[in-house]
């Protein structure tokens, strides 16, 4: 019913997944990007709500989404500071088993990456590493890989973006 979307950018995703749930909430770190949302997206505003805010800065919000999901954005994130960012994240779903969604560009995929995005990108990983980070916060991390527009389950080094779906917060 209630879902967060960490890194949400200019709300592209909003309009996606607002099809089947009662409410959105979307944070982004960059406030030219939550002013695009709040000025471009036709939103109902019982529905959609956006805010500038940093994943790594203390939630603010009452927390008490179903479902978390953040694409592109662990990459970014150094690697000291991934457990704050789990942290933050089950704190935002403290009342919920609810599941978080990540995904995230491959190491492997960093050798086809332009110099620019590969400057931004301090943190990507392999499937396997991907695999061990989400399963230090959570107890079951299902993982997926894609290529192009096919999601799939194959040979994890051929994968170009990675997917974890988590459920079951650790402590």
Sequence with gaps: K???EIGCQEGFGSQIVAQNIEKYTGLDFYEPHINFA?????????????LHHDILLDPFLDGNFDCAFALDVLEHIEKEQEDLFFKNIKNYLFNSEGPL??????????????ERS???????????????TCQKH???????????????TGYDPMSQYLFALCAGPKD
């Design 118 to 132: 590969r400057l931004g990108h301090v943190n990507c990983k392999s499937k396997q590493e991907f695999r061990k």
């Design 138 to 152: 959570y107890k079951y991390v299902f993982m997926f890989s894609m290529n192009d527009e096919i999601l799939h």
């Design 2 to 4: 209630n879902i967060l």
């Design 101 to 114: 969604i990540l995904g995230m560009p491959s190491i492997e995929s960093q050798i086809y990456a332009s």
């Design 38 to 50: 709040k000025n471009n997206i036709n939103f109902d505003n019982s529905k959609f709500k956006f």
